[in-house]
């Protein structure tokens, strides 16, 4: 038996006391299958007094510098979260320490330089936590699906946005009353401004979207609609359709380009997506040998989160990691910018509900508006609003169109006299099919 | 850049076909990510002139010794499939050649002995492609999922059976309709028995387990009951009741023991896995942190077999596999042996089907038999069988019960001179329930 592996864990909250309860209670279990002990040197938090109860245990301090430069640490954990954790990381690597990371928001801002910085010290990073928590799908494009051209990934990335989104949908309840009810289960932050607005989404899906398609994608290239505008009255006609809606990250070969959106998607009830319910995230994959692959587990939590940063740590210990690390040319900062395509080119099938006053005539109207930008329709139907009866709310589904002429169309219809307020515009995901 | 990886392939048939195609397609791709090149340096085939077209392309030749003893060659790739690829994958470890296999059946029935032998001579076994094809599952097993106590492996692994259970449930037919057509559309053998008795499924259950669960699970350890005795009012009555019917192979922890089998089971339309259809593959996992987890993909068929045959490839070329290999305590060979619970002592819940003669008390005899051996029933309910209408066919599902009683009750009910055929008895899956 060797020495044990030193670890630094920077940040005392839920998902460090996880990583803390695994390492401890299954210490048995990962010295029998790995070999190895782990001895966690450092436990740095913000303040002493509110972990008291760490200190029997552990070495508790402040000390970010007195950890990541202990000559036993080998690895440095960081759970702390937010862009603040980059100047520890930052030292950390500069004193030849392994990182292992959640912090998705820092990876997608400052990737570009801190996979580089690793790289240079010959050292690694493990993110696997950082996307969709206990799934191993940074696993999967690192090594599993290396193989394969990948042509599109989609995925639930956002466990908060579809506990909100199941709630509305099973319960009828508005956003304002499921996202209250998430709070008080703890899935949503006192702020959830990052989660709701689909920013988070878009992170998790910039760093997911560099290792599948090999170029740099930044969160800026992404077109990012969160759930906070979403109606109740919206996830029922899309149900009466068939659909669910679903806060979607989707990453798309079209092309030469990429398609890179977070939004609100309906998604048909026969697609596995459909299903994936609850604080639950899921990733939809095609590949061009491996065909449809998917993957569900929870995105978020305490201990699937934990789970994927002791599995990075194990991958460290094990030589795993480094070596994958230090050999593949897939890591952002590395790669050339994605060539993303503009949204306005992106093509489409649209839901659209226009609240439409109840008047001789607007039907035309709309439909012209539609045609003359070669929009054609494959079903319409007038609904009645639970919201406000005063207007009529008209739900058009479109066939295959352009984002640029559905945007031109619906300045023309929202400028009607008719029209009550600005037309809800959706987009209905097609996955490729294949014949099973 | 350095020198090529050099390969040798063993097998040319749809399998290899497909490796040879990455490889060469994707050469630029792989190049990309990895920094690596391969060369082919051999194809070795049973007949030269039925594969003359490799013949232009590659170093095509019957001599396996030649092939693996080659100093150019550092991965011997075995797509033969059987158990006859012992011989050369034998030769080739001796020679100091990494193994990278698709061969189910030779791992299941002689890893014990090929996993210490590539060990001790210092060269790794690839095996992803031999379980759920492009499911990166052995990935996830030995990486991803390293942090978990894993307490339940529910898996859809062989896409014959699920193609035929999906045809005999959307379209009605028999399960000698449904074979044949599964026969013409090449998604079943010519001789399908390892299929539909469930040995192919066993086989990669004992495969799994084993790196789940750390001990020694051999195909003897599975109870079996295949697809092939399977009837089409069953699955007409199971839907009816909510659930789909699917081959499954689970292995379970119960207390100190693990449950192993391999049978027809009801699955709750509530469950993900019930929607897996057609040719498709899924794992359901449960781990002490990471709660559920689920993978889909395709199992089997040309390419998504190469792409994790390639996955494998690069995981050799890369060091990957062979430091993992060489680190971790999870392989057959080196484990105890598994601690399997007796058949007769699971608990489930039943589904009977009951063929019995249309006579007063007949109800009463097998409520009674149930009874005494302390099986309480949760529905009972009086179908028509198209099949044969000279008997009434009475379906039972019960609660919990333990197998071994209610084997003892069929006994009894079966003894009845009012029953006309033997009882099917087929259960009832209940997986663990997690609050989302």
Redesign the interface.
């Known amino acids: 038996m060797n020495e044990p592996v030193g670890i630094a864990l920077l940040g005392s909250g839920v998902v460090g006391r ?1 990583v803390l309860a ?1 390492l401890s209670e ?1 210490q048995d ?2 010295e ?4 190895l002990r782990f001895e966690v040197c450092h436990v740095v938090c913000r303040d002493v007094n509110k972990n008291a109860d760490l200190a029997k245990t552990y070495n508790l301090h402040t000390d970010t510098t007195r950890a990541v430069s202990d000559p036993r640490v080998k690895i440095v954990v960081e759970v702390m979260g937010g862009l603040g954790a980059e100047s520890p990381i930052n030292e950390a690597i500069r004193s030849g320490k392994h990182i292992v990371t959640a912090n998705k928001a820092l990876l997608a801002a400052r990737g570009n330089h801190l996979f580089p910085l690793a790289k240079k010290h010959g050292v690694s990073i493990g993110f ?1 936590a950082s996307c969709a928590g ?3 799908i940074i ?2 494009l690192t ?7 990948i042509d599109s990934l989609t995925g639930i990335i956002n466990g908060t946005c579809n ?1 909100i989104l ?1 709630q509305m949908t099973e319960k009828g309840q508005t956003y304002s009353q499921a996202l209250s009810e998430a709070q008080k289960l703890g899935y949503a932050e006192a702020d959830p401004t990052l989660d709701v607005n689909g920013r988070d989404s878009a992170q998790k899906l910039a760093i997911l979207a560099s290792l599948a398609f ?1 170029c740099q994608v930044n969160e800026r290239d992404i077109h990012i609609t969160g759930i906070d505008t979403l109606q109740a009255d919206d996830i029922r006609f899309a149900e009466e359709l068939g659909y669910a809606i679903k806060l979607l990250g989707i990453a798309e070969r079209v092309g030469d380009s990429l398609s890179l959106r977070v939004h609100p998607t309906l998604v048909h009830h026969g697609e ?1 997506l459909a ?1 994936v ?4 995230n899921a990733i939809s994959l095609y ?12 995105g978020a939590g305490q ?2 989160t ?3 940063v ?2 990075d ?3 460290v210990a ?3 990691i480094p ?2 690390f230090a ?4 890591y952002p900062g590395q790669l050339e910018p994605a060539r993303v395509l503009p949204f306005e080119q992106l093509r489409s099938r649209y839901y659209l509900r226009v609240s439409a006053a109840d008047v001789p005539g607007v039907f035309a109207d709309i439909t012209a508006a539609l045609g003359k930008h070669h929009i054609s329709l494959s079903g319409v139907s007038q609904k009645e609003s639970e919201e406000d009866v005063s207007v009529v709310p008209v739900v058009v589904v479109t066939h295959r169109a352009t984002e640029g002429d559905i945007q031109a169309a619906l300045k023309e219809i929202d400028a009607l006299a008719t029209i009550k307020s600005p037309t809800v515009c959706l987009r209905i995901v097609d996955v490729p099919k294949e014949f ?1």
Chains 1, 2 share one sequence.
């Open positions: 996880g695994i299954q279990l990962l029998r299958r790995t070999g696997e206990g799934i191993p696993d999967a090594r599993g699906l290396l193989s394969n051209r506990y199941t090999n596995l299903d319910n609850g604080a639950f590949g061009h040998a491996i065909g449809h692959q998917f993957f569900y587990g929870r201990m699937p934990a789970s994927a002791v599995a740590i194990l991958g094990l030589g795993i070596h994958t050999r593949l040319n897939i099973a």
